[in-house]
């Protein structure tokens, strides 16, 4: 039987937006850097971002600037805080993945959509309003005062919705910011879009699709 969620949740950034964090780091730095070295350099800038989320809640221009210091001290190249701000700058102007306004549009038909993004308030409802389908509620870090994976993030969306971890269908291409989360919360219904992020980890138990086309299919439409 399939599972009829009361709601299907979203990450945001990756999940449904192109989060271009890469390409943006690679028009500032790729002069500098060799190809190896700019990959390495990218890898390292995606860490930081997770480990600046972790602690007590701060705005994500202060994630991306200490994330962004962080990397150019680890790998040799000068830090100019003016770079950190145009990456963060241009979060609002990204859109979605090509799969996405329509793959959303058929489930946004029988079901609420919820994204769950670790945003600031100020900055999502551009990149929502690029999605090209409803999303009936928008939950940000900045309203919970926590970024995922921290739980409180999760909990939030809970307590606002007014339901528990039974009652939705959890879709991420993260199992970091998300997956994991949410199996540790005891959301077992759970779909990992296949973005090439991350490699597939089965033990926390989803189904797994290649991109939001294949979301109407799990929910049986």
């Not at 790729?30 to 972790?54: C, H, W």
């Not at 079901?111 to 769950?116: D, G, M, Q, R």
Request: net charge negative; proline share 7%; with cysteine.
């Amino acid at each position: 039987m399939t599972f009829r969620p009361k709601f299907i949740t979203f990450d945001c950034h990756g999940t449904m937006i192109f989060f271009d964090m890469g390409g943006a780091a690679r028009d500032h730095y790729a002069g500098q850097l060799s190809p190896e070295k700019m990959e390495v350099f990218i890898k390292n800038f995606t860490a930081y971002r997770l480990d600046e989320v972790l602690g007590a809640w701060k705005p994500f221009g202060e994630v991306v600037h200490n994330a962004l210091e962080r990397t150019c001290k680890r790998n040799g190249v000068a830090f100019d805080p003016a770079v950190a701000e145009d990456i963060s700058n241009r979060i609002p102007t990204w859109g979605p993945h090509p799969d996405v306004p329509a793959g959303l549009a058929k489930v946004a038909k029988e079901f609420p959509l919820v994204a769950l993004t670790n945003s600031m308030n100020a900055q999502i409802p551009h990149n929502i309003a690029k999605l090209g389908a409803p999303i009936a509620h928008v939950f940000t870090a900045e309203s919970a005062g926590a970024y995922k994976p921290q739980m409180r993030a999760f909990e939030y969306m809970f307590d606002q919705l007014g339901c528990g971890p039974e009652d939705v269908l959890h879709v991420s291409s993260s199992f970091r910011y998300d997956l994991m989360t949410a199996h540790d919360l005891g959301i077992k219904n759970k779909v990992w879009v296949n973005r090439g992020h991350e490699p597939a980890n089965p033990y926390y138990g989803y189904t797994e699709i290649a991109d939001i086309s294949g979301l109407p299919g799990v929910v049986g439409l």
